[in-house]
């Protein structure tokens, strides 16, 4: 048997309550700014001696701290290595992911772990830069609390000629922490009126968002001679000042 196949990685009973020994995943639970503790058991089954390599991935990385990235198992031999996850102080309440991968000589061995960090849901809001422009309304939504919000947005309009009116509200998909998406909705602006749009964003838990944007629409014939209605008055003034 080769020394590359000879590589068996188990979970070992961590010292969090709750654990049970045998699972194919580890998960922790734990508030912010704290430090947990865990351990993956490296076993090499095989007659040689196994050189294996530890490395975590993917989100959280800069979280675990490894006691070793690299273990060398004497044959039928076990090796355990510990390792930290230290969940900086500002981390927001909600679910963690990430991996510890165990590799030897072209095969590798992954251990999945799931983190939950516990504390207060704020849920916050808020929309933003609202403009219209090539027949389109445009915001920006901006998630400002630290748990993610699937918002559902609602265009009003109120005119002074056409009246109110309301679009079916749209879900433009779930909003993690921190984040902001830019949208636009089409509309078709009226020919002559003055328009109050106001874009309205609602998500669980009672958040609610607002912003709005006044316009006013004129169509070119009735503007047109509007702009041209002070130039005979100016020849008229350069007239007198001139003694015609």
């Known amino acids: 048997m080769r020394a590359a196949l000879a590589l068996v990685v188990a979970l070992a009973a961590p010292p969090t309550a709750g654990w049970e020994a045998g699972r194919e995943y580890v998960y922790l639970e734990g508030s912010p700014g704290t430090v947990l503790e865990d ?5 090499n089954p095989g007659p040689r001696r196994l050189t294996v390599d530890l490395r975590a991935s993917r989100a959280p990385t800069p979280w675990i701290a490894l006691a070793a990235d690299r273990v060398t198992i004497p044959a039928r031999t076990r090796a355990e290595v510990p390792f930290t996850v230290a969940v900086p102080a500002d981390t927001p309440p909600g ?16 251990i999945r772990i799931h983190l939950r960090v516990i504390g207060p849901k704020v849920p916050a809001l808020t929309v933003e830069d609202v403009s219209y422009s090539g027949g389109s309304v445009h915001y920006t939504l901006v998630n400002r609390g630290n748990t993610a919000l699937s918002p559902r947005v609602a265009l009003h309009t109120d005119g002074f000629l056409t009246g109110s009116a309301a679009r079916p509200p749209r879900e433009p998909g779930r909003l993690p922490p921190a984040s902001r998406v830019s949208l636009s909705e089409r509309w078709d602006a009226p020919a002559l009126d003055a328009v109050d749009l106001r874009v309205r964003a609602t998500a669980a838990g009672g958040v609610r968002a607002e912003s709005a944007l006044s316009r006013t629409f004129v169509p070119w ?15 008229r003034r350069r007239a007198k000042r001139a003694g015609g």
């Open 39 to 43: 351990r993956v058991l490296v076993t």
């Open 95 to 110: 679910e963690q992911t990430a991996t510890i991968t165990a590799s030897a000589g072209g095969r590798s061995e992954p």
């Open 221 to 235: 014939p009735v503007l047109l001679p509007l702009l041209l209605l002070p130039v005979p008055l100016w020849f």
